[in-house]
C-alpha cells in the first residue's frame, strides 16, 4: 500500500514538474534608454554687445563663459534640460597671420579628437552675401565635442563654436540629442550676421 502510495506521489510530481517546464523560453531585452522629450523647435534673435548676431533656440540659455581666460565675447548657449551648451568664442581678426593662425586652432582643436573619433567630415561654410565663410567639424565617435565650427568674414571678425555633452562621451545614448542641437547649430550658422 505505501508502494502505491509512493508511485502515485512519484507520477503526480513528474507531471507537475514536466507541465512546469513549458513554459516559454526566456530571451533577455536589449538595454533600453529613457524616453526623450524635445520641445517644438523656436528661436529667437541673439545680438550680444558683440560684433556678431544670429538666432538661437528659445529653450537655450546664454550665459558670459566664466573661465579664467575668458575674454569679453566668450559665450555659453547652454541646453540645461539636455546637459550640452555651445560654447562660441569671438576674436577680432588682427592681420593676416592672426587669421590664419585662428583657422589652424580651430582645425587643430577640431582633430585633437582623432584618438576618440572614427572620421571627421568637414563642411564648408560660404554665404557671401552676408560676408560669412568658414568649417563645420562633425567629429563622429565617442569625443568630448561633436560638432566644431568657425565663423569669419576673413578680414575683421572670426568666431568659433564647439558643442559639448557635460556626459561621458557615448554616442549611442546621446545620439538623438545630438542630431536635435545640431539643427540648431546649422540655424545659429544660416542667421549668422556681423554687426
Request: charged share 25%.
Amino acid at each position: 500500500m505505501i508502494r502505491k502510495h509512493i508511485a502515485r506521489l512519484s507520477i503526480v510530481g513528474f507531471a507537475v514538474l514536466t507541465l512546469g517546464a513549458c513554459t516559454p523560453q526566456y530571451s533577455p531585452k536589449p538595454r533600453g534608454y529613457f524616453r526623450i522629450e524635445f520641445p517644438e523647435k523656436t528661436y529667437q534673435p541673439f545680438a550680444p554687445d558683440c560684433p556678431f548676431a544670429a538666432r538661437i533656440p528659445t529653450y537655450a540659455t546664454v550665459e558670459p563663459d566664466r573661465s579664467p581666460d575668458a575674454e569679453p565675447c566668450w559665450i555659453d548657449i547652454r541646453f540645461p534640460q539636455f546637459n550640452a551648451r555651445i560654447h562660441l568664442s569671438y576674436m577680432p581678426v588682427t592681420s593676416r597671420n592672426n587669421f590664419n593662425e585662428l583657422v589652424e586652432d580651430a582645425r587643430t582643436f577640431a582633430f585633437n579628437h582623432t584618438v576618440k573619433a572614427t572620421a571627421i567630415d568637414q563642411q564648408r561654410i560660404s554665404r557671401p552675401d552676408a560676408g560669412v565663410y568658414g568649417l563645420k567639424y562633425e567629429i563622429k565617435g565617442n569625443t568630448a565635442s561633436s560638432v566644431q565650427f568657425f565663423v569669419t568674414d576673413s578680414t575683421h571678425r572670426y568666431l568659433r563654436g564647439a558643442l559639448y555633452f557635460h556626459e561621458k562621451p557615448r554616442l549611442d545614448s546621446i545620439q538623438p540629442v545630438l542630431d536635435f542641437i545640431k539643427a540648431d547649430i546649422d540655424t545659429l550658422i544660416q542667421s549668422m550676421r556681423w554687426k
